[in-house]
């Protein structure tokens, strides 16, 4: 469970399509009235200025992005896109039950009056945990629409029972709206006729709305005696995790934390991926978990969403049974800080990818990945390291995981840390979008914020952001007037640039200590994820020579955008060059926030900067 809980205060399938690069004078539908500016410059809206400069937490209304915390990204038929967060927001103001945005553009969002639950709490729960709803809060949503129906998974979280420590559930719920109500799903029957029809054409009932359920407690383990050890230690066939030794005592290693969940989807087609267990039920993947026993793979039922063991039964237990956490583990483990998971698969090169968010939330989040052609793993970061771990020394989790996203700052821009929370959604007209929060190191540690990324997939195969925020209106600059990779030329790449080489390790250090923007923290923390990086500054030359803070050479393929970048003494690295808005440029409103920007990883072992990413900004 999220080791920070206490400082979040609650309250049609289309291919992906590369375009070249529109000629001057050129026209897109996209046009929102904005003129192109000089050498194929953008008049980027204000709002992206705004977006950091002049936050409003006072008004809902007016949040937008801010208050955005474990963002689920999804979209609806008709191609609204959704943004559901975590009860989370600046002096515990607005509604509790998941936090609901919509928008057109996944630029401007729009913050929704009422919760997705709308005080739909799951009674069962509340009994279980003895607790009063007017205090409980849910956490990290995924949703999914089938059966002209939308099903939504969420965690509730509390410190119940007067014991102190904190219980977990995630509760299935459905509506008839993405906006909600969502009732939890063994109540929804009652609550709507049209829900109740639905359930019976489709032969399903619900005894309970508990999908997994967590209780932190003793774990000490008699293999001469199992019942002495609860229900998380996996004695049960049905589960198959890290196994207690004899004697260890260790509760920070057994058992997964139920928070989390999200569904195996393929993003090159955007659909749900598919499994038969033990060749007789067709079931949907899903991954949960955080810190504890690591990040859990187990299967539902297609029809149903409820858990199904490795046998191929379907659990509805009563609802006074405790539920206990199924699945493997596929990441993490032993106490190793990994949360905030999900497996996406590529059928376009058939590898399955493994995202986390790691670390202490507020001063060194970080998203880490890994990838494998098995859904079970074992998942390997571009560096050949092990996402799973399998010693009780779990402080080398920093040091796995190709830092995809993490804290870093450019020159003159706005410097950003613990950015994690994420969610990655192939939209309908075939751009793949990553979701993150971001803490920022300019404001205090309570105001967070939304970001989306779009995501590439390079010559090796392993993921790329462009790590800009997205924006959408490139009129004259891209046929399609949209963020897209281009046709390019060295000509045109050539400049300054601000980079950033990422790095990871196992240093720590007092928060306190490490000059982070309003953190009096005295956790110890990994200093390396918690000071944002700073960039250093390359020259790239009309011929491609990289001279500057690093040496070496650009190379563009014949389609422009893909490019292979040899930095000397560090390795060969591969992604993309493409047009990007810079949202964390300071300069006021007028600044020029247009630029051109490169994402690239190294994947080979041998490399001395194996497994890291390389990006930068051209300034302006």
């Not at 202490?360 to 771990?389: C, F, Q, T």
């Not at 990994?526 to 944002?532: G, K, L, T």
């Not at 247009?594 to 300034?619: M, P």
């Amino acid at each position: 469970m999220k080791k920070t809980l206490k400082t979040l205060a609650l309250v049609s399938v289309m291919p992906l399509v590369f375009t070249a690069c529109a000629s001057t004078g050129s026209t897109s539908s996209k046009s929102s009235g904005k003129s192109k500016s000089n050498s194929g410059k953008l008049d980027v809206d204000k709002e992206v200025y705004y977006k950091y400069s002049s936050p409003n937490s006072g008004d809902i209304a007016s949040w937008g992005g801010l208050n955005v915390h474990d963002p689920k990204l999804w979209q609806d038929d008709d191609g609204t896109y959704y943004c559901y967060s975590t009860d989370a927001a600046i002096g515990g103001a607005g509604q509790k039950g998941i936090q609901v945005r919509t928008s057109k553009d996944l630029v401007h969002w729009s913050m929704q009056s009422q919760s997705a639950i709308q005080g739909n709490w799951d009674r069962d729960w509340l009994k279980w945990v003895d607790f009063n709803r007017s205090t409980a809060s849910t956490w990290a949503p995924t949703i999914i629409k089938q059966n002209g129906l939308y099903y939504m998974m969420h965690g509730i979280i509390t410190d119940s029972r007067n014991r102190g420590y904190p219980d977990a559930a995630i509760t299935l719920t459905v509506s008839k709206s993405p906006l909600g109500p969502f009732y939890p799903i063994a109540q929804a029957a009652d609550k709507d006729a049209d829900i109740k029809a639905i359930f019976k054409k489709l032969g399903v009932s619900y005894k309970q709305s508990t999908v997994v359920r967590y209780t932190y407690c003793d774990r000490s383990y008699d293999e001469d005696d199992p019942s002495i050890a609860d229900i998380y230690c996996n004695n049960n066939a049905m589960y198959d995790t890290h196994t207690a030794e004899e004697g260890e005592t260790s509760s920070m290693s057994l058992g997964f934390g139920c928070i989390d969940p999200e569904f195996v989807t393929d993003v090159a087609t955007g659909q749900l991926k598919e499994y038969v267990v033990a060749g007789k039920r067709t079931c949907y993947a899903l991954t949960y978990g955080s810190w504890k026993g690591g990040i859990a793979l187990m299967y539902v039922d297609k029809t149903s969403l409820k858990p199904v063991t490795q046998d191929g039964k379907e659990v509805d237990l009563s609802a006074d049974t405790e539920v206990g956490a199924f699945g493997i583990c596929i990441a993490g483990g032993y106490g190793a800080a990994y949360e905030g998971a999900q497996v996406i698969f590529n059928s376009d090169n058939g590898y399955y990818y493994c995202f986390v968010s790691m670390g202490n939330l507020e001063n060194e989040y970080r998203v880490g990945v890994g990838r494998s052609k098995k859904i079970e793993g074992p998942y390997l970061d571009a560096s050949g390291k092990s996402m799973y771990l399998d010693t009780m020394n779990s402080q080398n989790y920093h040091a796995i995981g190709s830092k995809i996203l993490g804290s870093e700052v450019l020159s003159g821009e706005y410097s950003f840390r613990s950015q994690g929370g994420l969610s990655v959604l192939r939209t309908s007209d075939g751009k793949i979008m990553f979701a993150n929060h971001t803490r920022t190191n300019f404001l205090y540690e309570y105001e967070f914020f939304l970001q989306l990324h779009q995501m590439f997939f390079n010559a090796d195969g392993w993921p790329v952001l462009n790590h800009n925020e997205y924006y959408n209106d490139y009129t004259d600059i891209t046929d399609d007037g949209d963020e897209s990779l281009c046709s390019l030329k060295l000509k045109e790449i050539a400049g300054t640039y601000d980079t950033i080489l990422t790095e990871r390790g196992t240093t720590t250090a007092t928060a306190s200590s490490l000059g982070l923007y309003g953190c009096s923290s005295t956790d110890t923390v990994n200093s390396i994820d918690a000071v944002p990086t700073e960039s250093k500054e390359i020259v790239i030359s009309k011929k491609g020579v990289i001279s500057g803070s690093y040496t070496g050479t650009v190379t563009l393929a014949d389609d422009g955008y893909t490019a292979t970048i040899v930095l000397d003494g560090y390795g060969t690295f591969k992604g993309f060059f493409m047009h990007a808005v810079d949202w964390a440029r300071k300069g006021g409103e007028d600044a020029e926030r247009s630029t051109i920007t490169f994402t690239t990883l190294s994947s080979t072992t041998t490399d001395a900067a194996s497994g890291e990413y390389f990006w930068g900004n051209k300034q302006s």
